[in-house]
């Protein structure tokens, strides 16, 4: 059974870089065609952030384009999330996931919360 | 402010039938199938329906999804307390080329 674990700082000061890791468990980050990730502000709804392909292609939400990347680590079988330049509004719980199609998504890891702040 | 609209709030008695709305557009519900998530306090969204009516395992049959050109609704026939949770819809979106989502329906049962 494939299993997420997303990991990294819980602060982060504005105008900083937000860094996140989310660790495959269970199967291989190459078995699957996309893996992404989404955002959820406290007491919000979910946005999403973006998609990479194993091999290494992505897609971003415009509204967080010019502020992300992210990127697969095969030999670690993980994935990252980068988030420059951020401000309160970045403030979130963060989710990497697994979709199998469109926009279905089984597989979660449990979240790992974000605050910027000073 | 999300791109698919959900009622913030809906309720019911144990073993009504209550259904949750989510209106889209054309680049969205109007030419995909909606998904629908699950999700309890401090914990991950979980995938309810996908795919016209598809239940992911363990998923009990009393959730059932329609549709009707931008529109999507999620049924919950036999509320039991357990569904008090807040539910998301989602949908693939071309104008995004990515999932928007809804701003998600917080489910009471009374």
Redesign the interface.
């Known amino acids: 059974q494939v299993q997420l674990q997303e990991s990294g700082p819980g602060l982060v000061k504005p105008s900083g870089t937000l860094s996140l890791t989310c660790a495959v468990s269970g199967g291989s980050i190459s078995s699957n065609n996309w893996w992404i990730w989404v955002r959820q502000p406290p007491g919000k709804g979910l946005e999403w952030i973006g998609e990479i392909y194993h091999s290494g292609t992505t897609n971003y939400n415009p509204s967080l384009k010019s502020r992300v990347t992210i990127s697969v680590d095969k030999s670690k079988n993980q994935m990252s999330l980068k988030l420059t330049s951020v401000t309160a509004a970045d403030t979130a719980v963060y989710y990497c996931a697994r979709p199998f199609a469109g926009a279905a998504f089984d597989i979660w890891g449990q979240g790992t919360m974000v605050t910027v702040s000073s | 402010q999300?791109v698919l609209t959900q009622p913030p709030s809906a309720s019911g008695t144990p073993g009504q039938r209550v259904t949750i709305s989510c209106s889209g557009s054309s680049s969205n519900i109007g030419k995909?199938?909606a998904?629908w998530?699950q999700q309890f306090p401090g914990?991950?969204?979980?995938?309810l329906i996908?795919?016209n009516n598809q239940r992911?395992s363990g998923v009990p049959d009393r959730f059932s999804v329609s549709k009707s050109g931008t529109s999507a609704s999620l049924a919950i026939s036999g509320l039991q307390s357990e569904d008090e949770a807040d539910y998301?819809c989602?949908?693939?979106d071309d104008s995004?080329?990515?999932?928007?989502?809804?701003?998600?329906t917080k489910l009471t049962v009374l």
């Open positions: 999300s995909y199938t998904n998530y914990t991950a969204p979980k995938l996908y795919s992911p998301y989602a949908a693939w995004l080329n990515g999932p928007v989502f809804g701003g998600g």
